[in-house]
């Protein structure tokens, strides 16, 4: 049986532990047919060989730190040794953000100091740009970028000097949709509700923002199973969407749709 990704080769940037969004997707990916690469950097790019081997296919794994100018330069490169010199690129997942959690996090936004603030600006909303943008000589037409939000139009508890990030990363997916549209390189982004993940642990307070969906979300949320998201991000790497750009596709069991 086919999938819907066969023959695509697809990037998933940030993936350390297998209970990351970012390991799902490379999972059902893999699944789909794709032919996956994964990256990391720094002391997590170790745990990052050793749970890829986890997976359906050991994928080759690259070093690619996004707030890293040689790194990104060099990145058409290293994918090009890894699956040869004619290769190309049809997706790149963006599966990257990080603020610190003890000066941005649990309450912390009037007194969050600009470095940090900076900082995770730079790693979560910008480096969707330098990532787009590392990738696009690999890319064509049918090209698919996807990245991962959290729905940013509403200040939620807790999540403070995040929030703000997310709401960077939603506009600039919007206006790299406009500016690689020419190219054809569709750029959409995927909300999903609160999950266990190691980035969600940091935050202090995570468990009062993800007891919100247990009562509000009309079909109910499991915040320890990535795969309903995994799957939409699949879709959109794949050619099921290809007149879809600058949008963001709720994956939350319908908590955004609900009032009080």
């Not at 969004?21 to 790019?45: D, M, P, R, Y």
């Not at 290769?87 to 953000?97: E, F």
């Not at 999903?192 to 923002?209: H, V």
Request: glycine residues 12%; negative net charge; contains cysteine.
């Amino acid at each position: 049986m086919s999938g819907i990704l066969d023959g695509k080769n697809i990037l998933v940037a940030g993936v350390t532990l297998d209970t990351s969004i970012g390991f799902a997707v490379a999972k059902f990916a893999q699944e789909q047919g794709a032919t996956v690469l994964v990256s990391n950097f720094g002391q997590a790019l170790r745990i990052t060989r050793r749970i890829v081997k986890r997976l359906p296919e050991m994928p080759e794994v690259i070093e690619l730190d996004v707030t890293d100018a040689e790194h990104l330069a060099a990145l058409p490169d290293a994918v090009r040794a890894a699956l040869g010199a004619d290769a190309t690129l049809d997706g790149v997942v963006h599966s990257i953000a990080y603020g610190n959690p003890e000066t941005l996090l649990g309450g912390k936004f009037l007194e969050g100091p600009w470095e940090d603030v900076a900082q995770a600006v730079q790693v979560s909303a910008y480096s969707l740009k330098s990532l787009a943008v590392a990738c696009r000589p690999l890319m064509g037409n049918g090209g698919s970028v996807v990245g991962l939000t959290f729905d940013a139009s509403v200040a939620w508890p807790v999540y403070d000097w995040m929030g703000v990030a997310k709401a960077g990363l939603e506009s600039c997916a919007r206006y790299l949709a406009r500016d690689l549209g020419g190219d054809g390189i569709r750029v959409n982004l995927v909300s999903a509700g609160p999950l266990r993940t190691l980035a969600a642990k940091a935050i202090p307070g995570f468990g009062d923002l993800e007891a919100m969906w247990t009562t509000k979300a009309p079909l109910g949320w499991d915040n320890t199973d990535q795969e309903p998201t995994a799957k939409a991000v699949c879709a959109l790497l794949s050619d099921l969407f290809p007149a879809t750009t600058g949008e963001i596709v709720h994956v939350d069991g319908g908590f955004h749709a609900m009032g009080a």
